[in-house]
């Protein structure tokens, strides 16, 4: 019989959230991850291990599901404006990021099991976490159950 899973404690972010207030995807911190946490898919794998998992996740929460051309390092530099540069300058991984797939066209995939996860640590209602990632509510309650 397989063990229940724990639940994730609550995260600043979930902590400081007022009810009934939307926030972007991108603004949500998640806490570290767990050694129980779902894998992430394709290149987001690669980008958890050099940016960190955070950073992956915000990316497939802004971009996940499409084709993604990430800027060299040099041209994000000079373009401080970038999307890339702007999502994720409180990190400061847009420059690793670039390093790791500059130049390149990358399909980002959904990976909604692991930002359901990463909403419900934050706190989010399991209604935004559906309409969020274009799920139905019953789909998310499954998401957040397996993790």
Known sequence: MREPVSRHEPCPAAASR????????????????????????????????????ETAIRLALEWGGRDVHFPKPNHLARHPEHPLAVMLAAEGTASVVAELL???????????????????AAGAPVAEIATRLGISRSAARRYMRRR
């Open 102 to 120: 500059g130049g390149n066209k990358v399909y980002l995939p959904h990976a909604r099991r692991a930002c359901a996860v990463h909403l419900a």
């Open 18 to 53: 007022i009810h009934g207030v939307d926030r972007a995807p991108a603004d949500i911190a998640c806490p570290e991850p767990r050694s129980g946490d779902s894998p992430l898919p394709g290149a987001l794998a690669e980008i958890a291990d050099a940016a960190g998992r």
